[in-house]
């Protein structure tokens, strides 16, 4: 689960999420993630997507520094290592 906190976001819109290096998706917490691979490293990232209106109109901005965890799946089979 996450939520945004500490910081100054004075329109949050929404998060975005990526796995793995793909494409950023917009995302609700909590979120599931089917068909991982196992025995491989994996990595979530997750940042706030806000806005600012002025007289020029809507500007967009994605957080710099993305929240990440990094994680392996392990294989089912106790004789295999990890």
């Known amino acids: 689960?996450?939520?945004?906190t500490g910081g100054f976001y004075p329109h949050l819109d929404f998060f975005e999420c990526n796995i793995?290096?793909?494409?950023w998706k917009r995302c609700?917490?909590?979120?599931?993630f089917n068909s991982l691979e196992r025995n491989?490293?994996?990595t979530f990232k997750v940042r706030v997507l806000?806005?600012?209106v002025d007289i020029t109109g809507?500007?967009?901005f994605a957080e710099?520094?993305?929240a990440t965890f990094d994680w392996k799946i392990c294989p089912l089979?106790?004789?295999r290592p990890c």
């Open 1 to 4: 689960m996450f939520n945004a």
């Open 40 to 42: 491989k490293n994996h």
């Open 58 to 60: 809507i500007a967009w």
């Open 28 to 32: 609700d917490s909590p979120i599931t």
């Open 77 to 79: 089979s106790p004789h």
């Open 50 to 52: 806000s806005h600012v």
């Open 20 to 23: 793995d290096g793909k494409e």
């Open 64 to 66: 710099e520094t993305p």
